[in-house]
């Protein structure tokens, strides 16, 4: 059984940054999984921010955090980091990793696609 660790979340002031992990275990080949990064803002359905592919490590974000966030990951450690550069204050979320192994690249922004989940790390933005 495939187990998402996100931590990282903090309160930081509108301009700053934050670095988000993503950790998984469970006896899985990590690097056969593509690794997302959702966020739910308050009363606002969960939203796609970015995802890593398998084993290229191709990645793709969505348009409202392009040039500001940049995913990345360690095999090695079985991690996916979410490096968050000039936040905003609409940045405020819950931010979530996700796993899949099935998933098709196009399909990456729709939550239902992707098999398992973390718990979530709080992000509050402060303007």
């Known amino acids: 059984e495939v187990q998402l660790q996100a931590s990282g979340g903090g309160l930081v002031q509108s301009g700053g940054s934050l670095r988000l992990s993503c950790v998984a275990s469970?006896?899985?080949?990590?690097?056969?999984?593509?690794i997302g990064w959702f966020r739910q803002r308050p009363g606002q359905a969960r939203e796609a921010v970015s995802c890593i592919g398998s084993r290229d490590g191709s990645t793709t974000y969505a348009d409202f955090v392009k040039g500001r966030f940049t995913i990345s990951r360690d095999n090695g450690k079985n991690a996916v980091y979410l490096q968050m550069n000039s936040l905003k204050a609409e940045d405020t979320a819950v931010y979530y990793c996700?796993?899949?192994?099935?998933?098709?690249?196009?399909?990456?922004?729709?939550?239902?696609?992707?098999?398992?989940w973390g718990q979530g790390t709080q992000v509050t933005v402060s303007s």
């Open positions: 996700a796993a899949s192994g099935t998933i098709i690249a196009s399909s990456w922004f729709n939550s239902v696609h992707w098999s398992y």
């Open positions: 469970g006896g899985f080949t990590f690097d056969e999984y593509m």
